[in-house]
């Protein structure tokens, strides 16, 4: 059969398989064995375990369960609710200011959390109740965090971007550094949109709380522990003491003693809750990861890969007509999957055809984060509501929908943005690192 | 009474394996914080001692490799592998039913095909002596065992969540009867 | 019919076009036998495709042999610090009985070599340069294979363990303060903008690794006979090219280094010699007593003038 017409077969089966209900990774693996068998023959069964246990055989996937920890255990403590308060203080005269301290402390949190998920209960569990209590408009309330959260994995550290780099053998500190810029601008587009809909919708509704000096400088200290993380990692991954897959594993250990130490988080119970939830997450990612690797292994013995690749390249379209194109499918493709598998599926096909292009991989590292983010807070398989659902269960998704959906708009907007000056996304990494090759 | 008693050994057998997929949590978990101080004291022999530090990222990767087969079954009892249910929510309830008993059926062939085959890969590095290509050489036995180990609790957890589906919609049924 | 190639390297790479010449001559014969390679680890990852070449789950592969040295110890050989002095003295290496040992261990995994070859390497040092066992003396050092990491360490390095992609970034950051590794991995990853010194092969050179165009005997005994002399004689000449593209490929990298301003150090017969006599004391020894026949099979190698 004709490698592009069994890849479409192959496509509309995958589709099918997993949105019977599935879960993503076992389906993976069935979609994988079907077509082996059909057309490699009954033995290639016997390569899965194999080709499963390969794929995680890597160093660098490591880190994914130590950022995961980072996450889980300073969102564990009062840690996220210090840290906007700590900004509402300061930020008490910006309309919708609570809003803004809050997706100020998301990109914070996000420098310390691999995951968005993470991100999003850490701010969003005192956040949002605390939001809902002041008056402001649930859509807001919920949507802020809920898009808030996807820096996650735009921030650095980042488990897409760390699984981008294995799948396309870039430098994971080049593309953690790519998406610090394109982080901060999304925020402050985030915070601009917050600051507009809070004011549009009577800002007298929201009540106001007023601040003396006193209690502002007050809470300073309590912020000094997240920056004291931040800054060792960063010491650790850029001053030589660690490569950027090893320092995961200080990140997680400062995080741990941070969390026991000042915030107390002592009883073996809260502990094991830390430790379980973050390896229910690892594991969750990384089988993920380990089937998609079968599931590449197939769709590359079949050629199907090889031919795709082949075909886009043919294709004499504008790099821009070609960009739509790929932007689109990324987005629709991660409206139903998570981020990790998108990436690890699609990498390989689209790579060699982006830098034909002339594109630069470390910009479509970030450009590929942030469709990723869309498909996070966006339905049917939106980790990001999920966690919000679980907070405010109360809430219907609808609105919850209805407030995420201005963010998904300035993510498009930063995305224009990034076409229009991929330095935003190069200019950092070349900066520290020398000029990328 | 004999329906009772089956009953109860059947709520026995999927007690037992629940249990079996909890503990099998915790070893995963114990595996990754050990990966965690593991990667912290190789940094500290480098960057502090100035030593080497040879064996410790391939244990790393071995523990973390256990640890993620390890806590499949676990992962499972919690609900925590993430799914699409478009279709279901799209067919109404008979056939969602219907699907769910075709979608978990087939979890189990293929979660069956590979503990099969990794039994036998398993069982390959063991009669072969195969180790890894490095100074440490792990006989590499060891780390493969995760993969019969993981996947067949896997499996067990699996079936054990739907005979649960099972029996409990027979149950209501014979009660509305 | 059809055989499934597999290797590790990019279109651009040595060994790639190696596979590819005989993947054309093949074509050429018109004895209906494709070839369709799979480059750059697109497949199986570089140190995976032993297994599935020894089950007849790929047909053939081009593959450093000493990756598949936890499976059969006496591979570790193609790997050892001072073995191969020069890319002539390795082709007679190639022809030797030392490598029909080789052989008839692969032969007991059902694996056969099409085309014999060696790659040469050498070694960097950030901030000096390394040709005696002294200069790497409490240097962080990254080396390829487990018999070079014995050596070194014998000679006071401290190893760190990471893959070659790693290399860049740990140099960057000083995580690093040496390596070792083949001369177009050096090329590839681009070590030359992080270092300030290489000590290529030259006349004299420590690392040389066995890669060698490999296929799964049951396979190639399933081919009629029209099919397996077209694949004989292609891999005749592949081999001939190998040999001479391993030279100009050396060469290359010195030239590479040498214009990103990169000073060239070269080691000498008497440097050369102390390493052996390290590599003596370290990782012969250390290879004889896992292996049960290794002083045999040590011996035999040495013999090779
Ligand atoms: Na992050
Ligand atoms: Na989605």
């Keep these: ?437 | 009474m004999a329906q009772e008693r089956t009953g109860g050994a059947r709520v026995g057998a999927t007690g037992v394996i629940r249990q079996i997929s909890e503990v099998s949590g915790w070893i995963a978990a114990t595996m990754i914080l050990g990966a965690v101080f593991l990667t912290c004291q190789m940094i500290f022999i480098r960057f502090v001692l100035n030593g080497s530090t040879v064996w410790q990222t391939e244990i790393v990767v071995y523990l973390v490799v256990a640890a993620t087969l390890l806590g499949l079954p676990f992962v499972q009892k919690h609900k925590g592998h993430v799914n699409v249910d478009l279709l279901p929510m799209w067919l109404g309830p008979k056939g969602a039913k219907l699907l769910r008993v075709a979608t978990t059926l087939s979890s189990l062939c293929i979660i069956g095909v590979c503990s099969f085959y990794g039994y036998e890969y398993w069982h390959l590095a063991l009669t072969r002596g195969w180790t890894s290509d490095t100074v440490t050489a792990v006989p590499l036995w060891i780390p493969y065992l995760a993969l019969p180990v993981g996947f067949g609790l896997l499996f067990l957890q699996l079936a054990s969540d739907c005979a649960d589906t099972f029996f409990n919609l027979s149950e209501k049924s014979n009660g509305a009867v | 019919s059809e055989l499934r190639l597999s290797h590790q390297w990019s279109t651009k790479d040595i060994r790639h076009n190696v596979a590819q010449m005989v993947a054309d001559e093949v074509a050429a014969a018109d004895v209906d036998l494709t070839i369709k390679i799979f480059p750059s680890k697109s497949l199986f990852k570089p140190r995976e495709q032993y297994k599935p070449l020894s089950r007849g789950q790929l047909d053939m592969t081009v593959f450093p042999l000493s990756y598949a040295g936890g499976q059969r110890p006496a591979f570790n050989l193609t790997l050892m610090p001072g073995l191969v002095k020069n890319h002539d003295h390795a082709s007679r290496l190639s022809d030797s009985p030392f490598m029909d040992e080789l052989k008839a261990e692969m032969e007991k995994d059902d694996v056969m070599v099409l085309v014999d070859g060696y790659l040469a390497g050498g070694f960097v040092g950030k901030d000096k340069c390394i040709t005696r066992p002294e200069d790497v003396s409490g240097l962080q050092t990254r080396a390829a294979g487990k018999s070079f990491e014995q050596m070194l360490v014998g000679a006071g390095a401290s190893i760190a363990s990471m893959a070659s992609s790693e290399i860049y970034s740990a140099m960057q950051t000083g995580v690093l303060d040496a390596a070792n590794t083949s001369s177009s991995s050096f090329v590839s990853y681009r070590i030359f903008e992080q270092v300030s010194c290489y000590t290529p092969a030259g006349d004299v050179a420590l690392w040389f690794l066995y890669q060698p165009l490999l296929m799964n005997k049951s396979t190639f005994e399933g081919l009629n006979s029209s099919q397996q002399e077209s694949l004989l004689a292609a891999a005749e000449k592949a081999e001939a090219f190998y040999l001479s593209q391993a030279k100009i490929q050396d060469a290359a990298s010195v030239e590479v280094f040498r214009e990103a301003g990169v000073e060239i150090a070269e080691m000498t017969p008497a440097d050369f010699k102390a390493w052996r006599a390290l590599a003596k004391d370290t990782a012969y020894k250390s290879f004889v007593e896992s292996v049960p026949n290794g002083q045999f099979l040590l011996d035999l190698a040495l013999s090779v003038e």
Aim: proline share 6%; hydrophobic share 55%.
């Design chain 1, 1 to 437: 059969m004709d490698p592009l017409l069994l890849g479409s077969v192959v496509g509309l089966i995958t589709i099918l398989i997993l949105f019977s209900g599935i879960s993503v990774a076992m389906g993976l693996l069935l979609v994988s064995a079907v077509f082996l068998v059909i057309f490699d023959g009954m033995r290639s069964l016997e390569l899965m375990p194999e080709i499963f246990f390969g794929k995680l055989d890597s160093f660098a996937l490591l880190s994914i369960p130590m950022f995961i920890i980072m996450g889980a255990s300073i969102a564990s403590t009062r840690a996220g609710a210090d840290l906007y308060e700590a900004l509402e203080r300061w930020l008490t005269r910006v309309p919708g200011g609570l809003v803004v301290s809050n997706l100020g402390a998301c990109a914070l949190f996000s420098a310390m959390s691999g995951s968005s998920p993470a991100t999003c209960a850490a701010i969003g569990k005192m956040g949002i109740p605390e939001m809902r209590k002041r008056g402001y408009p649930e859509e807001i309330a919920t949507g802020s965090i809920a898009a808030g959260g996807t820096l996650g994995i735009l921030i650095p550290p980042s488990i897409t971007m760390i699984v981008y780099g294995i799948a396309t053998e870039t430098s994971i500190g080049r593309l953690f550094l790519a998406g610090v810029i394109p982080g901060l601008l999304l925020v402050s587009l985030f915070m601009a949109w917050s600051i507009y809909a809070t004011w549009r919708s009577g800002e007298r509704s929201a009540a106001q709380v007023s601040y003396s000096w006193s209690d502002r400088v007050e809470i300073l200290p309590r912020v000094l522990p997240f920056i004291a993380i931040i800054v060792g990692v960063l010491y650790a991954m850029y001053g030589g003491v660690a490569t950027p897959s090893e320092t995961a594993a200080v990140g997680a250990l400062l995080c741990l003693l941070v969390a026991m130490v000042i915030y107390r988080l002592l009883s073996p119970r809260s502990l094991w809750a830390v430790l379980r939830d973050s390896t229910k997450e690892s594991v969750m990612i990384l089988f993920i990861i380990a089937a998609a690797g079968v599931f590449s292994y197939m769709l590359s013995s079949l050629f199907i890969t090889q031919s795709i690749a082949a075909w886009i390249g043919d294709l004499e379209v504008n790099r821009w007509v070609l960009m739509a194109a790929i932007n689109f499918f990324l987005i629709v493709a991660g409206f139903f999957l998570p981020p990790v598998a998108v990436i690890l599926m699609a990498a390989p096909i689209l790579l060699p055809v982006i830098v034909s292009a002339g594109f630069d991989p470390i910009w479509f590292a970030v450009v590929l984060t942030i469709n990723m983010e869309i498909g996070l807070i966006s339905p049917p398989v939106g980790l990001n509501l999920y966690v919000i659902n679980g907070i405010a269960p109360d809430i219907s998704l609808k609105k919850i929908l209805v407030g995420s959906l201005p963010f998904v708009l300035c993510m498009l907007v930063a995305i224009l943005l990034l076409c229009l000056f991929p330095g935003l996304a190069t200019w950092l990494p070349d900066l520290v690192m020398g000029p990328a090759y």
